[in-house]
């Protein structure tokens, strides 16, 4: 049996089937960012294809930055699931919730969604509103750090807290820095890992992709895989 379903939107956004629960995590954005991929219309559509007709259970925020983000966005999918859950942490939409503490908790019928106040990656973005999370179904946990600093030790003290990773979901140069591979493997020690925030081919002006293909290739460590693919899916 399964234990978790996760779908690729674009970038580092993904949809979560984790029990009976769906959830989006920074899959609404729709900015064109130079180097990154984004929600077009078409994907746009072809994501509430894939969504049940309820809508999902959460939509999660780790942060406002555009490649992660849409306010257009996220008021249309109130619109078109009213009372659908959302959480962010910057005040950008009616009756969201607000992530501001060290620490914050959301519980859905099945799942545990345990969040914590992460540096962003970059010294000019030190200042940036910013949350990991981990998700628990059933003692299984899913670790979606957003995009926290490269080996920040308050994302191995949040995850010392809340117990083993069974699968993380990490941004690409936890892979394709040394340290960051490290960090992965000394620090957090994943049962898996998927690896995102990587543009797809015709927007890879920097050649992320080749770099996180060559990484791959000299793995060693637990299973890992690339999402590089507009709903790209993966069963675990």
Request: charged content about 25%; overall charge negative.
């Amino acid at each position: 049996m399964s234990r978790c379903e996760i779908t690729l939107t674009a970038n580092a956004g993904v949809m979560l089937r984790l029990g009976r629960s769906v959830i989006l995590v920074d899959a609404l954005h729709d900015r064109q960012v130079q180097g990154w991929s984004t929600l077009t219309p078409e994907r746009w559509q072809a994501l509430q294809e894939l969504l049940p007709a309820a809508g999902p259970d959460l939509i999660l925020f780790t942060h406002c930055h555009p490649d992660h983000f849409s306010p257009r966005l996220a008021a249309e999918a109130l619109e078109r699931w009213p009372g659908v859950r959302q959480a962010l942490p910057e005040a950008r939409l009616p009756g969201q919730r607000l992530l501001d503490g060290r620490r914050e908790r959301l519980n859905l019928p099945d799942v545990t969604i345990h969040l914590a106040r992460l540096p962003h990656e970059g010294e000019q973005f030190k200042k940036v509103r910013h949350y990991g999370c981990i998700l628990e179904h059933d003692g299984f946990r899913i670790l979606i750090p957003g995009d926290c600093a490269l080996c920040a030790e308050e994302l191995a003290d949040f995850a010392d807290e809340c117990g083993p990773v069974d699968l993380a979901v990490m941004d690409f140069p936890w892979l394709t820095l040394r340290r960051g591979r490290e960090f992965l493997l000394e620090r957090l020690r994943p049962g898996q890992i998927l690896i995102d925030h990587l543009p797809f081919a015709q927007d890879d002006a920097f050649s992320y992709r080749t770099a996180a293909r060559k990484a791959a290739a000299q793995w060693q460590g637990p299973p890992l895989t690339l999402l590089t693919e507009p709903f790209q899916r993966v069963v675990i």
